[in-house]
């Protein structure tokens, strides 16, 4: 039995998008329409642990929550903070997810400005000294997107008020939530400046649209670096790519791969073969279990007749030999089979 790496993709992904660069562009073409907003060398790294304490009439409660990457830009003495989130399957709370982090987020800054106000008495006002703010405070902005690996359509919200059952009238009093998400499945109309989002991107399509000849086409004989391909291997969960790469890695040879995906395309091509096989048994099965059912209905229908006829015949004082022969005759039974039933129920 071939034993199985232990690459967690989580881990993969968050190590893949840590890169300036890769960051910057995947926010400025989802999110910007490929203006370079963010630039990679204004990016920053930021603390990715928003856990927090929730405060509440006297109770107290902890919120855990890790997020994937984040960065952190800054104009003067102001800043942006931008979050990315990995996600491999469809989650149906995803926005209220994406809220929930963006308000520990938040609430993040306001402790610590409520605290540097109170450490120095910065309050002029006892209102200010309630809320911990200074009139003049402000919180940051926080922008968060969301990329979905997954292999089906994303058929979950993309905001708060899909996730709310109300009336119409109700809608435009409650605050909604957008979600910021990109499907990679769906991502063919982004143009991305860096290669490797291009590349990966590119891959995982052809790979789910089960596009194996263009797929090799494209790629054969095309350098792609090992931790694009570890990264490739861990979103589509092919063992055979993330042991070549851990392979290569382990060799301490070039960095890139060529042509490394032979064996992968062979491996998605016997598992699908093996799909369709076992697609064919289980139907198979299961067209033999509806036509048992159906042999067994028609079976029991002709055998309710049958024990009506006979019912008559002993109604009507019908000796049996004279029965005998009208089940042979009405019904179509060998002479054996026919006894077999006057045997039941005469």
């Given at each position: 039995?071939?034993?199985?790496?232990?690459?967690?993709?989580?881990?993969?992904?968050?190590?893949?998008?840590?890169?300036?660069?890769?960051?910057?562009?995947?926010?400025?073409?989802?999110?910007?329409?490929?203006?370079?907003?963010?630039?990679?060398?204004?990016?920053?790294?930021?603390?990715?642990?928003?856990?927090?304490?929730?405060?509440?009439?006297?109770?107290?409660?902890?919120?855990?929550?890790?997020?994937?990457?984040?960065?952190?830009?800054?104009?003067?003495?102001?800043?942006?903070?931008?979050?990315?989130?990995?996600?491999?399957?469809?989650?149906?709370?995803?926005?209220?997810?994406?809220?929930?982090?963006?308000?520990?987020?938040?609430?993040?800054?306001?402790?610590?400005?409520?605290?540097?106000?109170?450490?120095?008495?910065?309050?002029?006002?006892?209102?200010?000294?309630?809320?911990?703010?200074?009139?003049?405070?402000?919180?940051?902005?926080?922008?968060?997107?969301?990329?979905?690996?997954?292999?089906?359509?994303?058929?979950?919200?993309?905001?708060?008020?899909?996730?709310?059952?109300?009336?119409?009238?109700?809608?435009?009093?409650?605050?909604?939530?957008?979600?910021?998400?990109?499907?990679?499945?769906?991502?063919?109309?982004?143009?991305?400046?860096?290669?490797?989002?291009?590349?990966?991107?590119?891959?995982?399509?052809?790979?789910?649209?089960?596009?194996?000849?263009?797929?090799?086409?494209?790629?054969?004989?095309?350098?792609?670096?090992?931790?694009?391909?570890?990264?490739?291997?861990?979103?589509?969960?092919?063992?055979?790519?993330?042991?070549?790469?851990?392979?290569?890695?382990?060799?301490?040879?070039?960095?890139?791969?060529?042509?490394?995906?032979?064996?992968m395309l062979e491996e998605m091509k016997r598992k699908e073969g093996e799909k369709a096989r076992l697609k064919g048994r289980?139907?198979?099965?299961?067209?033999?279990?509806?036509?048992?059912?159906r042999e067994g209905k028609l079976e029991g229908k002709l055998e309710g007749k049958i024990e009506g006829t006979i019912n008559?015949?002993?109604?009507?004082?019908?000796?049996?030999?004279?029965?005998?022969?009208?089940?042979?005759?009405?019904?179509?039974?060998?002479?054996?089979?026919?006894?077999?039933?006057?045997?039941?129920?005469?």
């Amino acid at each position: 039995m071939a034993i199985k790496n232990n690459v967690k993709p989580d881990t993969v992904l968050k190590t893949f998008w840590k890169n300036n660069q890769r960051f910057a562009d995947l926010f400025n073409t989802v999110l910007f329409d490929g203006n370079t907003i963010l630039k990679p060398n204004d990016l920053k790294e930021a603390d990715t642990d928003v856990s927090s304490i929730i405060k509440f009439n006297n109770h107290a409660d902890t919120v855990q929550r890790i997020l994937d990457v984040v960065r952190k830009t800054a104009y003067g003495v102001d800043f942006i903070i931008w979050s990315l989130e990995n996600q491999e399957k469809i989650h149906y709370a995803m926005p209220l997810r994406h809220m929930i982090a963006d308000s520990l987020i938040y609430l993040k800054e306001y402790n610590e400005i409520a605290a540097k106000n109170r450490n120095e008495k910065n309050f002029d006002t006892s209102d200010e000294f309630l809320s911990g703010l200074q009139k003049s405070d402000r919180l940051h902005p926080v922008i968060s997107l969301c990329i979905y690996y997954g292999k089906e359509d994303w058929d979950g919200p993309f905001n708060l008020v899909d996730m709310l059952i109300m009336p119409e009238y109700l809608k435009p009093l409650v605050s909604d939530y957008k979600m910021n998400l990109i499907q990679v499945r769906k991502s063919e109309d982004f143009c991305f400046e860096n290669q490797d989002i291009n590349n990966l991107f590119e891959l995982i399509r052809s790979i789910y649209n089960k596009d194996y000849d263009t797929f090799q086409r494209m790629y054969k004989n095309k350098e792609l670096s090992t931790e694009l391909g570890l990264t490739l291997g861990s979103v589509v969960n092919s063992q055979s790519i993330i042991k070549q790469v851990l392979a290569i890695i382990e060799k301490g040879s070039d960095p890139n791969m060529t042509d490394p995906f032979d064996e992968m395309l062979e491996e998605m091509k016997r598992k699908e073969g093996e799909k369709a096989r076992l697609k064919g048994r289980l139907e198979g099965r299961r067209e033999g279990r509806l036509e048992g059912k159906r042999e067994g209905k028609l079976e029991g229908k002709l055998e309710g007749k049958i024990e009506g006829t006979i019912n008559i015949c002993k109604k009507f004082h019908v000796n049996q030999e004279e029965t005998l022969r009208n089940l042979i005759e009405e019904f179509a039974l060998s002479d054996d089979k026919a006894r077999e039933y006057m045997n039941m129920y005469w």
